[in-house]
């Protein structure tokens, strides 16, 4: 599933491509028919992400609400012909480029107080500049679950998937099964000011890179080599980056989370 940088990433360079013009909305699939009759030819005011949650505002219109869960996806065609989409895009949207949706786990119209509701259900985001951090570190101080699961919790936390809670995790030095109230309150703001740090690089290159430049001799995140982006995340049986210690993984709230526990010490 795209965690949440992937999806501020999208809004961001959706709303730079499809201008501001009025945009052709279809339903080739047919399941969302009814609100792309209604959304077509209306222009786009915004879009924007909250966690794993894309909302597109529309000038009097109600407002699209997409969540691409596991197999969701965007296909973007700009300055050239789109192909014809797919039988099974649920939604295309056109103005001055195209994109197609597959696959999503939601895509539905919902009013304001709806898309209020739905917000409300959801932990500060690292990803926006006015969240609040202090909500992020209370909610961990009153759950007694493993840390490795809280950080799963999109009430906790919103836009943290699994690739970025095992990094998190193991850059803080934290063991996944420690209960989340167990940890400190610097710990927790650690925890907070690097899942921020690391999802503004990844937003920014459009993939995952917790690797410190440093560690391998790279200038910059965008110049680490693809076998050496992330410490822990997949790297079952192969030596910690840091000790040598032989990574391990086993499964923390229903997902299978990897760690060194040598340097997240229980």
Not at 48 to 61: M, S, T
Not at 132 to 137: H, I, M, R, T
Request: glycine share 10%.
């Amino acid at each position: 599933m795209p965690e949440g940088h992937t999806i501020h990433r999208a809004a961001r360079l959706q709303a730079a491509a499809l201008g501001s013009g009025p945009i052709a909305v279809a339903s080739p699939q047919g399941r969302f028919s009814e609100g792309a009759r209604l959304l077509d030819g209306s222009t786009l005011e915004g879009i924007e992400a909250v966690g794993k949650h894309l909302f597109y505002h529309w000038d009097r219109r109600p407002i699209l609400h997409i969540h691409l869960g596991l197999f969701g996806r965007f296909s973007t065609f700009a300055g050239e012909a789109a192909p014809e989409p797919s039988p099974n895009a649920r939604l295309t949207m056109a103005g001055d480029a195209t994109i197609h949706l597959s696959g999503p786990t939601i895509c539905e119209l919902l009013d304001p107080l709806q898309v209020e509701q739905v917000k409300e259900r959801l932990g500060p985001d690292p990803l926006d500049r006015d969240a609040d951090s202090d909500a992020f570190v209370d909610a961990l101080s009153r759950r007694s679950i493993p840390i490795g699961a809280a950080l799963l919790d999109q009430s906790v936390v919103a836009g943290i998937g699994n690739v970025y809670r095992a990094e998190l995790l193991f850059l803080e030095g934290i063991h996944p099964d420690r209960p989340a109230h167990s940890t400190s309150e610097s710990e927790r703001r650690r925890l907070w000011a690097r899942a921020v740090e690391l999802m503004q690089v990844g937003e920014g290159l459009g993939r995952i890179v917790t690797m410190d430049p440093r560690d391998v001799g790279a200038g910059s995140h965008r110049a680490i080599p693809k076998r050496a982006r992330l410490y822990v995340y997949k790297r079952s049986f192969e030596p910690c980056r840091r000790c040598g210690t032989e990574i391990t993984s086993w499964d923390v709230g229903g997902r299978r989370i990897w760690a060194c526990v040598a340097c997240q010490p229980s």
